[in-house]
């Protein structure tokens, strides 16, 4: 197959693989063959979201608990060898897609592979009375199939047919080494990498390797922005009440799919927009603020700590990386039978907020604006990006003039100009090349 990340063994190619009747129950050849410590080309130490995710799996018994899947429903004729070699090429450019995660006397570790070894048939149901109730069901029965995470596939899937306009592929993962957020990245490569082999043009890999997500937690762990994050979340989580449940059993998770749906009608959905814009809020924050309410009617509990997903995807580079990120925020409320439901939105919104910064151009001047929103501090910074001959200083005094004696660009939210940190005048009348740097609320020019 013709890739384009650097040169690997070739796995199974697309004209061997082999298209098997869809029956319901697990499909034995989409497994991967077993892996040895001989065929790893690196060997890799766990982030840390993948460590509580390998300790949980080493609490339970084998099972399906940390199994993810999802298909996507292609409508139209496909070129099913053209696909299926889409996907060996992914699985090359992806380290996560070669991972095994195997025990050593360090501890654990990511074994990422030399090549993909596994297997993505091509299933069909075309023939079956109902294809998509007989596929949905052989696709359960794929998540449902417990995985070992040192020797069984850790990322897979396969195309199914269900008539010859009507597809569906389907990928399955253990949490372990990717989350929804790379399980995305994953199924936009795909499509970019069929579509561009349909057209015959090359397209460069945009994946990272997992060894840069390690340098950016190794970064940010000697980072100052580490040593404030633990000490905001040790005062906030200080002296937290023990976990609640709704749940009448406690039973351990024994894996499985439990489905429950309600719409939420378009009216309600409008009006709780609404609702939220009155206090500044947004829709996700006001159900956040409901579930709340609802467990504290469900269990009087006024001490109430919510843990919501997030990506943990702060910049671009892990932006690039398909992996297991995925971390868990606290949001704390404290609840009481007088409490409004506007104050309870207000406080969920509020929570974690921050000082904002704000960086734009002008015309040769430097200046600084603040003003309050929400109770939180915005800051302008207004700085010309082009190195040019310092403008006479009348230039700068006439603007901070101006600026006096203006409006308010925005007269809800008084905004006041401030001078840069070591300067007397409110614009600057200097060259530009001006180096801003911000340490919490003290900001730095240079």
Same mark, same amino acid.
């Not at 697990?26 to 080309?41: F, I, K, M, Q, V």
């Not at 090359?92 to 070894?117: K, L």
């Not at 894996?255 to 500044?280: C, K, T, Y």
């Not at 600057?428 to 180096?435: D, K, V």
């Given at each position: 197959?013709?890739?384009?990340?650097?040169a690997?063994?070739?796995?199974?190619p697309?004209?061997?693989?082999?298209?098997?009747?869809?029956?319901?129950?697990?499909?034995?050849?989409?497994?991967?063959?077993?892996?040895?410590?001989?065929? /790893?080309?690196?060997f890799?130490?766990? /982030?840390? *979201?993948?460590?509580?995710?390998?300790?949980?799996?080493?609490?339970?018994?084998?099972?399906? &608990?940390?199994?993810?899947?999802?298909?996507?429903?292609?409508?139209?004729?496909?070129?099913?060898?053209?696909?299926?070699?889409?996907?060996?090429?992914?699985?090359?450019?992806?380290?996560?897609?070669?991972?095994?995660?195997?025990? %050593?006397?360090?501890?654990?570790?990511?074994?990422?592979?030399?090549?993909?070894?596994?297997?993505?048939? $091509?299933?069909?149901f075309s023939?079956?009375?109902?294809?998509?109730?007989?596929?949905?069901?052989?696709?359960?029965?794929?998540?449902?199939?417990?995985t070992?995470?040192?020797?069984?596939?850790?990322?897979?899937?396969?195309?199914?047919?269900?008539?010859?306009?009507?597809?569906?592929?389907f990928?399955?993962?253990?949490?372990?080494?990717?989350?929804?957020?790379?399980?995305?990245?994953? *199924?936009?490569?795909?499509?970019?990498?069929?579509?561009?082999?349909?057209?015959?043009?090359?397209?460069?890999?945009?994946?990272?390797?997992?060894?840069?997500?390690?340098?950016?937690? %190794?970064?940010?762990?000697?980072?100052?922005r580490?040593?404030?994050?633990?000490?905001?979340?040790?005062? %906030?989580? =200080?002296?937290?009440?023990?976990?609640?449940?709704?749940?009448?059993n406690?039973?351990?998770? =024994?894996?499985?799919?439990? #489905?429950? #749906?309600?719409?939420? !009608?378009?009216?309600?959905?409008?009006?709780?927009s609404?609702?939220?814009?009155?206090v500044?809020?947004? @829709?996700?924050?006001?159900?956040i603020?409901?579930?709340?309410?609802?467990?504290?009617?469900?269990?009087?509990?006024?001490?109430?700590?919510?843990?919501?997903?997030?990506?943990a !995807?702060v910049?671009?580079?892990?932006?690039?990386i398909? =992996? $297991?990120?995925?971390?868990?925020v606290?949001?704390?409320?404290?609840? =009481?039978?007088? $409490?409004?439901?506007?104050?309870?939105?207000?406080?969920?919104?509020?929570?974690?907020?921050?000082?904002i910064?704000?960086?734009?151009?002008?015309?040769?001047?430097?200046t #600084?604006?603040?003003?309050?929103?929400?109770?939180?501090?915005?800051?302008? @910074?207004?700085?010309?990006?082009?190195?040019?001959?310092?403008?006479? &200083?009348?230039?700068?005094?006439?603007?901070?003039?101006?600026a006096?004696?203006?409006?308010?660009?925005?007269?809800? !939210?008084p905004?006041?100009?401030?001078?840069?940190?070591?300067?007397?005048?409110?614009?600057c /009348?200097?060259?530009?090349?001006?180096?801003?740097?911000?340490?919490?609320?003290?900001?730095?020019?240079?």
């Amino acid at each position: 197959m013709d890739h384009s990340t650097p040169a690997r063994a070739s796995t199974a190619p697309a004209t061997n693989t082999k298209t098997i009747k869809g029956e319901t129950g697990r499909a034995t050849n989409t497994a991967l063959s077993p892996r040895h410590e001989s065929l /790893a080309a690196e060997f890799l130490p766990l /982030a840390r *979201a993948q460590r509580g995710m390998w300790v949980a799996e080493r609490i339970q018994s084998k099972g399906a &608990v940390y199994n993810l899947g999802e298909y996507c429903e292609i409508f139209g004729p496909i070129d099913e060898s053209a696909f299926i070699d889409a996907l060996y090429q992914v699985a090359e450019e992806s380290d996560t897609a070669r991972v095994q995660i195997i025990e %050593t006397e360090d501890g654990p570790r990511q074994a990422i592979m030399d090549c993909y070894h596994g297997h993505f048939p $091509m299933v069909d149901f075309s023939n079956h009375a109902t294809p998509l109730q007989a596929a949905e069901q052989w696709m359960l029965d794929e998540i449902q199939a417990p995985t070992d995470i040192a020797t069984d596939p850790l990322w897979g899937g396969a195309l199914i047919k269900l008539a010859d306009d009507h597809y569906c592929w389907f990928h399955r993962v253990h949490h372990v080494v990717i989350d929804g957020f790379g399980g995305g990245l994953m *199924a936009r490569r795909l499509a970019e990498v069929y579509n561009h082999r349909a057209l015959g043009t090359p397209l460069p890999c945009p994946f990272l390797p997992l060894h840069e997500q390690l340098a950016q937690e %190794t970064s940010y762990r000697e980072s100052k922005r580490f040593e404030r994050d633990k000490q905001y979340w040790s005062e %906030t989580l =200080s002296g937290i009440p023990d976990p609640i449940s709704l749940s009448r059993n406690g039973g351990m998770r =024994s894996g499985g799919l439990l #489905r429950s #749906r309600a719409p939420l !009608r378009r009216d309600i959905a409008e009006r709780l927009s609404e609702i939220g814009q009155e206090v500044g809020a947004s @829709l996700p924050q006001v159900l956040i603020a409901l579930i709340g309410a609802y467990y504290y009617r469900s269990t009087g509990q006024e001490d109430l700590v919510l843990g919501m997903p997030v990506s943990a !995807r702060v910049n671009k580079t892990l932006r690039q990386i398909p =992996s $297991m990120m995925a971390n868990a925020v606290s949001i704390r409320l404290a609840l =009481s039978p007088e $409490m409004s439901l506007t104050t309870l939105i207000e406080q969920v919104a509020n929570e974690h907020d921050h000082e904002i910064t704000l960086l734009s151009g002008e015309i040769h001047v430097a200046t #600084r604006g603040t003003f309050e929103t929400r109770g939180k501090t915005i800051h302008q @910074l207004v700085a010309s990006g082009i190195s040019h001959t310092a403008p006479p &200083v009348t230039f700068a005094r006439a603007l901070g003039l101006l600026a006096w004696i203006g409006d308010n660009p925005l007269p809800d !939210r008084p905004t006041k100009l401030k001078p840069l940190p070591e300067r007397k005048g409110t614009y600057c /009348a200097a060259r530009n090349y001006l180096t801003l740097s911000r340490d919490d609320t003290n900001w730095h020019a240079n």
